[in-house]
């Protein structure tokens, strides 16, 4: 029993260990790419310098690299410190129109870009406001409705519906929120990796948007750490649903 148990304990911090390294070889190939289109716009920009066209087009690399670093950068140690429990959601009064308001608001440039049709709605909501982190619910609303978008041909449709449901806990509320894309759709083979940390999917409309691999890991992780859960239905070609459920304490005041 007790040899067992020690097998066990062993294969678990193997894989783990080989989890962190898968980790680190592909965040360091992920930072390399970027940094190597920086310098070496540099250096044809420092070759062009009678060019101002030229020169434009180096400087417009250089700052789109520049910001796909940073992205990377914050995602990364935004997700070890998640992963490492060094983080604490914050309890604050949450006002669920005030943020909604405020997504939408981010959104909305995104969304007109690329003509598409954003719908939201709000069924069987009772209590507006809720206590919980709100920078992280924040987090996980934007992450969910920047990928709608990013997947999302020119002129789709992204929605956002949110329903309070029964709750069967005295001062708890439990709520769902499914964000409905009609984009590219996620394959079932990828279905099962889209929450692994750098897992992007094959598909060359895919690697011409811009991202990490990183923003679905870090949200499963947020609804994980607030007790929710968040599932996905695509079909490819057709569209992707995402619902994600989650128990949140309700706030005193009505
Ligand atoms: P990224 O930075 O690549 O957007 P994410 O972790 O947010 O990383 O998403 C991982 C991958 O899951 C994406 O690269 C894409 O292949 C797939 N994906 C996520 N959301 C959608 C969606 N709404 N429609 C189609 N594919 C999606």
């Given at each position: ?54 020169l ?9 690299s ?9 995602e ?12 604490d ?21 995104l969304i007109?870009e ?10 069987q909501?009772?209590h507006?406001?809720?206590v ?16 709608a ?12 519906r ?8 005295e001062?708890?509320g ?7 894309d ?18 992007r ?6 690697s011409?948007?811009q991202g ?15 007790n929710?859960?968040?599932e ?5 070609g ?8 989650l ?8």
């Amino acid at each position: 029993k007790a040899k067992q148990a020690l097998q066990e304990a062993y294969e678990t911090a193997r894989r783990a260990n080989l989890a962190k390294s898968d980790f680190l070889s592909r965040m360091s190939h992920d930072i390399r790419t970027p940094m190597h289109a920086v310098i070496g716009m540099t250096t044809i920009a420092e070759n062009s310098l009678s060019d101002p066209e030229k020169l434009r087009d180096c400087l417009d690399k250089i700052r789109i690299s520049s910001n796909h670093l940073l992205q990377l950068i914050n995602e990364v140690l935004d997700m070890s410190k998640i992963e490492s429990g060094k983080i604490d959601l914050t309890c604050e009064t949450v006002s669920f129109p005030e943020l909604l308001q405020d997504v939408m608001d981010m959104c909305r440039p995104l969304i007109a870009e690329k003509h598409q049709e954003f719908m939201i709605s709000a069924a069987q909501v009772k209590h507006e406001k809720v206590v919980s982190d709100r920078g992280r619910l924040q987090q996980i609303f934007m992450n969910l409705l920047s990928n709608a978008i990013k997947y999302t041909p020119e002129g789709g449709t992204i929605s956002l519906r949110i329903r309070e449901m029964a709750s069967v806990v005295e001062g708890r509320g439990q709520y769902e929120f499914v964000i409905t894309d009609n984009g590219i759709g996620i394959s079932e083979e990828f279905k099962a990796h889209i929450f692994e940390p750098f897992s992007r999917a094959e598909d060359s409309r895919i690697s011409k948007i811009q991202g990490t691999g990183l923003g679905m890991a870090i949200t499963d992780n947020i609804v994980r750490m607030m007790n929710g859960t968040i599932e996905v239905e695509s079909t490819l070609g057709e569209g992707s649903q995402f619902v994600v459920s989650l128990p949140l304490d309700l706030c005193e005041e009505e």
